[in-house]
């Protein structure tokens, strides 16, 4: 079973461009969270989705961070514009059930110069 | 605001020695607590869980033990091994939201 995949694995943008994080939960797996670990901190709480749908967005920034589910499969987290305290490294995870441990992706490693 | 905290960033353990690692939280509201176990470049890996209604969960080599009363918890590994060096996630959960709360990890090095 393929585990949860995060393209990409790296980007460097400059600050005020636009940038695209990739997402593809397991199969099956209807909940769908996203998570940022800023320089050595804490993984905060970005998001969650229940299929398609937006459950709890309360880790959410600003409005520079949108994130998408369409069709209930894979998600998408846009930043625009990208500023220097984006930076960091965005996880995304996915769980079967609410009450089931949630798995991992490998993370992409943001950097806003 | 910190509502789960690790203190300790590093620790060091002779191989075959126990690894104590600890967490303290501040939300009586939690119920499940979690640790996550993390290489580098890879994403964190479930290491073990425990429910509030809980005091110790084992699974091998690994026992996290729950103190509701001083909101403590703690990962006990015996025997350490050089593959347990990674760092440490502790999580914590309330059932409403089912959003990880997550401390700042403590890095562990095993030593051969």
Redesign the interface.
């Known amino acids: 079973e393929a585990g949860v995949t995060q393209f990409p694995s790296h980007s460097v943008i400059e600050k005020g461009q636009t940038v695209t994080l990739r997402c593809d939960p397991i199969s099956g797996h209807d909940n769908l969270y996203w998570y940022r670990r800023v320089m050595g901190k804490e993984i905060k709480f970005l998001l969650h989705f229940v299929k398609e749908s937006k459950q709890d967005e309360s880790g959410m920034p600003n409005n520079r961070f949108l994130a998408e589910r369409t069709g209930g499969t894979y998600s998408t987290l846009k930043v625009q514009p990208a500023e220097l305290e984006d930076s960091g490294v965005y996880f995304c995870a996915s769980s079967q059930g609410l009450y089931n441990e949630q798995f991992f992706g490998p993370g992409t490693r943001l950097t806003v110069l | 605001d910190?509502q789960?905290k690790q203190n300790s960033p590093s620790l060091s353990v002779q191989e075959g020695r126990i690894s104590i690692l600890n967490c303290d939280y501040t939300n009586s509201m939690f119920d499940y607590f979690?640790w996550?176990k993390k290489y580098p470049?890879?994403?964190?890996?479930?290491l073990i869980?425990i429910s509030s209604i809980k005091d110790k969960n084992e699974d091998g080599r690994f026992t996290v033990f729950l103190n509701k009363s001083a909101k403590h918890l703690s990962l006990h590994i015996v025997p350490s091994q050089p593959g347990d060096s990674a760092v440490y996630?502790c999580?914590a959960s309330d059932?409403g939201?089912?959003?990880?709360?997550?401390?700042?990890?403590t890095r562990l090095k095993v030593l051969a």
């Open positions: 910190q789960v979690l996550y470049a890879e994403g964190p890996t479930f869980s996630f999580a059932s939201t089912y959003k990880y709360i997550f401390g700042t990890g």
